[in-house]
């Protein structure tokens, strides 16, 4: 059965329904949402992540002041706020990433930005990561969603976030200047994963000789001392010429490796791929591939052009007229229910009416924390892998919690079902809803039913 319209723009397409918003539902307005949200301005920007950095930086200090000596009370204390200090920033930026998918009124451009987030997955990987991880989504992905694939890839190689993440800061050319020097070696991970998961993809017509060159190619790509940006280092570069995917490159150049990247991402298999990846995203598991054709072609004839790959996508019959066939992840489950809530950025968080415990806390106890990707592949598509017996008893358990805080915040369970679904409520779940002795009872029913749980 083709489900309604506005319930395909709102659960497929977008976050989530919600009150007093009508979700776009044509495609030119949809695809109009990029260009907004790619020049929207950043919650967390540079101003943003050097604030962060403060924080680590002062809490470094303290610590290695205090490293092997006896420590008073005083210092101790003061060294505990540093640490609180840090952790809470790391939080404020999660809730206000969380907060404004609850709150916006674009729907496909958020889930777009969120789409690339984890396609580009970059996981806190140490303490002193964090604040390039916060601003990451911010700086590398969003200003890129109407942009060309090949920008976003060249944003997100040269973030200081990747670059810490796997490893890339530390690499060095065997034969560099600063091989010399000092006893420094030859990193492959952020290679392998431009090679094997941002583009090309496993079982691709490239080797093990196209992971070496394109190492050797990315040595120089740093993050500066000082500030912690990026830069190149052309003393930490590889010398010589490297072929990589048939072509040479020369080594020892920032535009040389860039214009390598460029023609990674312009090649066919990486059109094939990402294709196939969004359209598994949006639609099913196993998407069609008559679909999956029509993402190809739009991607080779504007080279990689997101925008007309967007436009493509939300433009196809079979996207409107496919039933809802993806299981909802657990972030996502949160932010549709705190949407058809009408919960805003101020009802979220600590003390508030819809505590950690409910958000962060609760899709991070489902499985998936916002900066805790399992690994640089990001979170799992397929629905198998968030329907586990050990899965839904943890989601049933967030379902209870939340229908009593929706409970306790005055809200009807039947009001609350139509709010979430519209004309994609089934009649089976609003009886059932309907027939809850209590309102929490009803609001379990409604976030553990299977309407609410597909898009």
């Known amino acids: 059965m083709t489900p ?32 907004a949200l790619a020049g929207a301005r950043p919650l967390v920007g540079d ?22 000596k006896a420590v008073g009370d005083d210092m101790r204390a003061r060294l505990e706020e540093e640490r609180r200090e840090l952790r809470l920033a790391v939080e404020d930026a999660l809730l206000a990433s969380m907060g404004r998918a609850v709150a916006t009124p674009h729907g496909f451009a958020e889930r777009m930005a969120r789409f690339w987030r984890n396609h580009f997955a970059v996981a806190i990987k140490f303490r ?20 060309r694939f090949a920008d976003m890839l060249k944003a997100v190689v040269r973030h200081p976030a990747m670059l810490i993440y796997l490893d890339q800061y530390k690499s060095a050319g065997p034969n560099s200047r600063a091989a010399e020097r000092r006893e420094l070696g030859l990193n492959e991970n952020l290679a392998r994963e431009i090679l094997e998961l941002h583009t090309l993809g496993v079982g691709a017509a ?18 500066r001392t000082r500030g912690r940006s990026y830069e190149y280092r052309r003393a930490w570069a590889e010398p010589g010429r490297f072929e990589l995917l048939g072509r040479a490159w020369e080594g020892g150049s920032e535009a040389q490796t ?13 059109a094939r791929r990402l294709s196939h990846k969004l359209a598994r995203h949006f639609l099913a598991d196993e998407p069609p591939e008559a679909l999956v054709k029509a993402l190809e072609a739009a991607w080779r004839d504007s080279d990689g052009d997101l925008t007309a790959v967007s436009r493509a996508l939300v433009s196809h019959p079979l996207a409107w007229s496919s039933p809802f066939a993806k299981v909802r992840q657990p972030q996502e489950a949160v932010i549709a229910a705190l949407r058809a809530a009408g919960a805003g950025p101020a009802d979220i968080g600590p003390g508030r009416a819809y505590g950690r415990g409910l958000t962060l806390g609760a899709a991070a106890q489902m499985g998936q924390g916002l900066f805790d990707m399992p690994g640089p592949d990001g979170w799992p598509e397929e629905g198998a892998a968030w329907i586990t017996p050990g899965a839904m008893a943890k989601r049933l358990d967030w379902a209870t919690r939340m229908g009593a805080a929706m409970a306790d915040a005055g809200l009807d369970p039947r009001d609350l079902a139509r709010a979430a679904l519209r004309g994609a409520l089934s009649e089976k779940t609003a009886w059932a809803i309907a027939a809850a002795s209590q309102k929490r009872e009803g609001f379990a029913l409604l976030l553990a039913s299977p309407d609410f749980n597909r898009r």
Request: hydrophobic share 50%; aromatic share 6%.
């Open 206 to 223: 490239y080797g093990q000789a196209d992971v070496d060159a394109l190492a050797r190619l990315l040595t120089g790509f740093a993050v």
């Open 47 to 68: 101003a943003e992540t050097l604030a962060l950095r403060k924080e680590l930086m002062e809490f470094r200090r303290i610590r290695a002041a205090t490293r092997g």
């Open 128 to 147: 002193g990561h964090a604040p390039y991880v916060a601003g990451y989504e911010d700086q590398a992905i969003r200003p890129h969603v109407a942009g």
């Open 4 to 35: 309604p319209r506005d319930a395909v723009a709102a659960l497929r397409f977008g976050l989530g329904f919600r009150p007093g918003q009508n979700p776009e539902a044509e495609p030119a307005a949809m695809v109009a949402q990029l260009a």
């Open 258 to 270: 860039l214009a390598a990247l460029d023609a990674i991402a312009s090649h066919p298999a990486t």
